[in-house]
């Protein structure tokens, strides 16, 4: 099973590297071991060797002893056999134990270089040599003393000195023993430091070794990955979000690669929506711009209208008393009141175009003025996509602030970035409504504008009735002259019927200019709206173009 965590990965490695160091001192421990048995074998091998001379020195004593009993005790029969079957008895059993040992040192000699050049054996042999020579002259010297007639020194004088020479082979055999085991304790203890200090060596190495084994598989296994994750988490915190975030791996910084990996892709489907929603915000801008100056344009085309038609209506009430005092002077003159009924028709005919101009015009007034009703129905509308764009950058912005919490150090500048654009989607939002409240007062004004309008058109056709009725009753007047002072009556009443129509109409007129003008201040403050919320949108425009997607 792999490991996936980078815990596993180091203990695997930490793992290894013991198991290593363990070999090491294993070995190490092996072989001490192997150095302590051969020693325990040295130390046996020479202290059975060493025992034996030692017995064989004993017994070489007794010998001696057993002699000397022969020599003082000999006298005797009895004892003299007795002591003398004791001699024979200590030398045969020195013979057996010298053979026996100097077989022992034979394949000591076979197994260790050291008694390939020693003298032990030599010396051994030598004694064993000896010891049979002087076997024969103590049996020399025993046939002596019994001739002697037992006299102790007739048989001591043919054996004196004769012990010094073995005693000493002995000695001599038990030194070199000596040195030879010293010699090989020395050795082991040699052979010891060098396995220790191999040991302490390998040890040292091995941990160099695992050491530059786990600087290397650390590096490759964190460091690198690291430092590749760092480098791209650091284009993410500069708001670079086209490079992508390439490291893959099994263990925790894949995982946490993987998490980068996520918020990158978040990240660049919010900011996309944020850069296409900074686009349209700046459009509709530019739209409401251009919108609000064309509304302008018409509101100033209709106020001048206006002024024309109230500059009409003047001049037509002007004609309506020009009227009425025409019919009170053609009571005087009959053929006045021909002259005057023929002047009166043309005035009548002129004021007929003139009021049907009037009711053209209001007519286009009341047109222009429904069109910026529904221009600002349009602007509303604009609004409304303006107030759900900002909204919705709101919650962008909110979300890009969560996910750079989330992301800790590393998503704090994209946090500060975050706060800007909630910001600006809040004045947004504000203006926004600023421009909602002016449009409902424009949309307001335009209503009662079209009031007022359609007001106006049912009085113009109501002028236009009354200018149709003067002039059939000029005709008349044409017709028959005879009739002209009944007829002056009703023109007289006409005529000032007219001049009332024409008052109410110039006051409506003046209610229409007036309303005209608030619709020329309501359009220049959408037009300045309209400009912040372009210059709002081009700052929200460069916060994103920060941003690399």
């Given at each position: 099973?792999?490991?996936?965590?980078?815990?596993?990965?180091?203990?695997?490695?930490?793992?290894?590297?013991?198991?290593?160091?363990?070999?090491?001192?294993?070995?190490?421990?092996?072989?001490?071991?192997?150095?302590?048995?051969?020693?325990?074998?040295?130390?046996s091998?020479?202290?059975?060797?060493?025992?034996?001379?030692?017995?064989?020195?004993?017994?070489?004593?007794?010998?001696?002893?057993?002699?000397k009993?022969?020599?003082?005790?000999g006298?005797?029969?009895?004892?003299?056999?007795?002591?003398?079957?004791?001699?024979q008895?200590?030398?045969?059993?020195?013979?057996?134990?010298?053979?026996?040992?100097?077989?022992?040192?034979?394949?000591?000699?076979?197994?260790?270089?050291?008694?390939?050049?020693?003298?032990?054996?030599?010396?051994?042999?030598?004694?064993?040599?000896?010891?049979?020579?002087?076997?024969?002259?103590?049996?020399?010297?025993?046939?002596?003393?019994?001739?002697?007639?037992?006299?102790?020194?007739?048989?001591d004088?043919?054996?004196?000195?004769?012990?010094?020479?073995?005693?000493?082979?002995?000695?001599?055999?038990?030194?070199?023993?000596?040195?030879?085991?010293?010699?090989?304790?020395?050795?082991?203890?040699?052979?010891?430091?060098?396995?220790?200090?191999?040991?302490?060596?390998?040890?040292?190495?091995?941990?160099?070794?695992?050491?530059?084994?786990?600087?290397?598989?650390?590096?490759?296994?964190?460091?690198?990955?690291?430092?590749?994750?760092?480098?791209?988490?650091?284009?993410?915190?500069?708001?670079?979000?086209?490079?992508?975030?390439?490291?893959?791996?099994?263990?925790?910084?894949?995982?946490?690669?993987?998490?980068?990996?996520?918020?990158?892709?978040?990240?660049?489907?919010?900011?996309?929506?944020?850069?296409?929603?900074?686009?349209?915000a700046?459009?509709?801008?530019q739209?409401?711009?251009?919108?609000?100056?064309?509304?302008?344009?018409?509101?100033?085309?209709q106020?001048?209208?206006?002024?024309?038609?109230?500059?009409?209506?003047?001049?037509?009430?002007?004609?309506?008393?020009?009227?009425?005092?025409?019919?009170?002077?053609?009571?005087?003159?009959?053929?006045e009141?021909?002259?005057?009924?023929?002047?009166g028709?043309?005035?009548?005919?002129?004021?007929?175009?003139?009021?049907?101009?009037?009711?053209?015009?209001?007519?286009?007034?009341?047109?222009?003025?429904e069109?910026?009703?529904?221009?600002?129905?349009?602007?509303?509308?604009?609004?409304?996509?303006?107030?759900?764009?900002?909204?919705?950058?709101?919650?962008?912005?909110?979300?890009?602030?969560?996910?750079?919490?989330r992301?800790?150090?590393?998503?704090?500048?994209?946090?500060?970035?975050?706060d800007?654009?909630?910001?600006?989607?809040?004045?947004?939002?504000?203006?926004?409504?600023?421009?909602?409240?002016?449009?409902?007062?424009?949309?307001?004004?335009?209503?009662?504008?079209v009031?007022?309008?359609?007001?106006?058109?049912?009085?113009?056709?109501?002028?236009?009735?009354?200018?149709?009725?003067t002039?059939?009753?000029?005709?008349?007047?044409?017709?028959?002259?005879?009739?002209?002072?009944?007829?002056?009556?009703?023109?007289a009443?006409?005529?000032?019927?007219?001049?009332?129509?024409?008052?109410?109409?110039?006051?409506?007129?003046?209610?229409?200019?007036h309303?005209?003008?608030?619709?020329?201040?309501?359009?220049?403050?959408?037009?300045?709206?309209?400009?912040?919320?372009?210059?709002?949108?081009?700052?929200?425009?460069?916060?994103?173009?920060?941003?690399?997607?």
């Amino acid at each position: 099973m792999p490991m996936k965590s980078i815990k596993g990965k180091l203990s695997l490695i930490l793992m290894t590297a013991m198991a290593v160091i363990l070999m090491v001192v294993l070995w190490g421990i092996t072989s001490l071991w192997g150095q302590i048995a051969s020693y325990q074998e040295l130390i046996s091998n020479e202290a059975k060797n060493q025992a034996a001379i030692l017995r064989i020195q004993a017994e070489f004593k007794t010998q001696v002893q057993e002699w000397k009993n022969v020599l003082l005790r000999g006298s005797d029969p009895n004892k003299l056999d007795k002591y003398w079957a004791g001699f024979q008895k200590q030398e045969a059993s020195i013979q057996k134990n010298i053979s026996t040992l100097s077989q022992s040192l034979s394949e000591r000699a076979q197994s260790s270089d050291q008694y390939k050049g020693s003298k032990v054996i030599s010396l051994v042999n030598s004694f064993a040599k000896v010891h049979k020579e002087m076997g024969i002259a103590y049996r020399k010297g025993f046939e002596d003393f019994k001739q002697a007639g037992f006299k102790s020194e007739v048989g001591d004088k043919a054996v004196s000195g004769i012990d010094r020479a073995p005693t000493k082979l002995l000695s001599e055999a038990s030194t070199e023993i000596d040195t030879l085991m010293q010699a090989g304790a020395a050795e082991s203890l040699t052979q010891s430091e060098t396995v220790i200090i191999s040991c302490i060596v390998l040890v040292g190495l091995g941990l160099i070794l695992s050491i530059g084994i786990f600087m290397v598989l650390t590096n490759r296994i964190i460091v690198r990955p690291v430092q590749t994750l760092t480098r791209d988490l650091s284009l993410l915190a500069q708001g670079d979000f086209s490079q992508p975030v390439t490291f893959t791996s099994s263990d925790d910084i894949g995982e946490l690669a993987n998490s980068a990996r996520s918020m990158q892709e978040n990240m660049v489907s919010v900011i996309s929506t944020l850069i296409g929603a900074a686009r349209q915000a700046a459009d509709a801008a530019q739209n409401l711009a251009k919108t609000s100056a064309s509304a302008r344009e018409n509101v100033n085309e209709q106020k001048n209208q206006t002024d024309q038609v109230a500059a009409a209506i003047n001049e037509m009430a002007t004609t309506v008393r020009d009227v009425s005092m025409n019919a009170q002077a053609a009571a005087d003159s009959a053929k006045e009141a021909d002259h005057q009924a023929k002047s009166g028709h043309s005035v009548v005919n002129s004021t007929i175009e003139t009021i049907e101009s009037l009711a053209s015009e209001v007519e286009r007034a009341s047109t222009v003025i429904e069109a910026l009703a529904v221009d600002s129905n349009s602007i509303g509308g604009i609004l409304d996509v303006i107030r759900g764009i900002a909204e919705q950058t709101n919650l962008l912005a909110l979300n890009a602030a969560i996910e750079a919490a989330r992301a800790g150090d590393q998503g704090r500048g994209f946090a500060v970035v975050a706060d800007e654009v909630r910001s600006l989607a809040q004045r947004t939002q504000e203006s926004t409504e600023e421009i909602q409240q002016m449009i409902e007062k424009l949309q307001s004004g335009a209503q009662d504008a079209v009031s007022v309008m359609d007001s106006g058109k049912s009085q113009v056709k109501l002028s236009v009735e009354k200018a149709a009725d003067t002039g059939e009753a000029l005709a008349n007047i044409e017709q028959a002259v005879s009739a002209i002072n009944d007829m002056n009556i009703q023109i007289a009443s006409a005529a000032e019927e007219q001049s009332a129509v024409a008052e109410e109409i110039n006051l409506n007129v003046t209610a229409i200019s007036h309303s005209t003008e608030v619709t020329v201040e309501n359009s220049e403050s959408i037009e300045s709206v309209s400009r912040e919320v372009a210059e709002l949108s081009s700052q929200f425009q460069s916060i994103t173009q920060r941003f690399k997607v």
